[in-house]
């Protein structure tokens, strides 16, 4: 069905429709959005149909993101599947309107996924779309803040996109990524210079190694996805979050497919859909 025509574009319906006497512009696919999603390219669409349409009318969307949808937030998101092991649980912080959750485990169905977030309209809207796009049986929404969840919950791999400065984030992701695990903080420009205010407290926290950051390509010119890698080591963790929590996570393998490690600090990551 996409690019058909050999075309890069190809419109489709946006599926549903916010009113009957405005009708929503074509949402348009990019064709790379059939290899990124492969077989669940369907669903991919009913996702980008369901920001485009209910995302908005809840206000989990800005309507200007609508046009841009797949560029900016579905296929930027998915972009994260190349530092993903094989095979793993991924919890996703402040998943907002399932991003980058979602779109990963579309792009990703050896992954199993936690959606995390406190606000109650965007976890309804999370459990909704979970079983609009059968993804029930392997995606979890929880209803909590990440600090909440220290000693509770814990995964190899930990998202999180546009939640909150990395130092700060870490304090909340870290308890919660399992030994030996990672932290994937979807970040802009500003990676290389967050890690450098973030990395005093980290080490302090008993993080091994300065974090780094990683170009992850998302398939659009443009608009790869710059990711900072934070590695929770074998050690204990000093963080306040996790003082006085008792559970011991369990084993993980690093991350690490496919991501080319840059030093520098010029990308784009991707912003919320709506703050
Ligand atoms: C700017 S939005 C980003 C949403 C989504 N990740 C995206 O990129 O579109 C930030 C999200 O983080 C959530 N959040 C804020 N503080 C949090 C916390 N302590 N634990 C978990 N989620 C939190 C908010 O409710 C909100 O949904």
């Excluded at 792009?107 to 965007?122: G, H, M």
């Excluded at 809207?125 to 796009?133: G, I, K, P, Q, Y």
């Excluded at 990676?191 to 390509?217: F, H, K, S, Y």
Aim: hydrophobic residues 40%; contains cysteine.
């Amino acid at each position: 069905m996409l690019g058909a025509d050999s075309a890069d574009v190809v419109p489709t319906t946006g599926g549903g429709g916010v009113s009957r006497e405005t009708p929503p512009p074509p949402v348009v696919v990019p064709a790379v959005a059939a290899d990124v999603f492969g077989p669940h390219l369907v669903q991919a669409e009913r996702y980008a149909a369901l920001l485009g349409t209910d995302g908005v009318v809840r206000g989990l969307i800005g309507p200007r993101e609508v046009p841009r949808l797949w560029e900016r937030h579905l296929l930027n998101s998915a972009a994260l599947r190349h530092v993903v092991p094989e095979a793993t649980h991924v919890v996703d912080i402040g998943s907002g309107a399932g991003l980058p959750g979602i779109p990963l485990a579309l792009a990703r169905p050896d992954l199993r996924v936690t959606l995390v977030e406190p606000l109650e309209r965007r976890y309804h809207f999370l459990r909704e779309a979970v079983a609009a796009l059968d993804l029930a049986d392997r995606c979890h929404v929880v209803r909590a803040r990440a600090e909440e969840l220290a000693g509770e919950l814990a995964a190899p791999v930990v998202t999180a996109r546009a939640v909150a400065a990395l130092d700060k984030l870490a304090g909340w992701a870290l308890p919660l990524t399992s030994t030996d695990g990672a932290v994937l903080a979807i970040k802009g420009r500003t990676a290389a210079q967050e890690i450098e205010t973030a990395w005093p407290t980290l080490r302090r926290w008993g993080v091994p190694e300065e974090p780094e950051v990683l170009t992850c390509p998302s398939g659009i010119d443009g608009e790869d996805l710059v990711v900072v890698r934070v590695l929770r080591g074998t050690g204990p963790l000093r963080t306040s979050t996790q003082a006085g929590r008792g559970r011991q996570p369990r084993q993980a393998k690093a991350a690490g497919r496919g991501a080319s490690r840059t030093g520098g600090r010029r990308g784009r990551g991707g912003g919320a859909a709506r703050g």
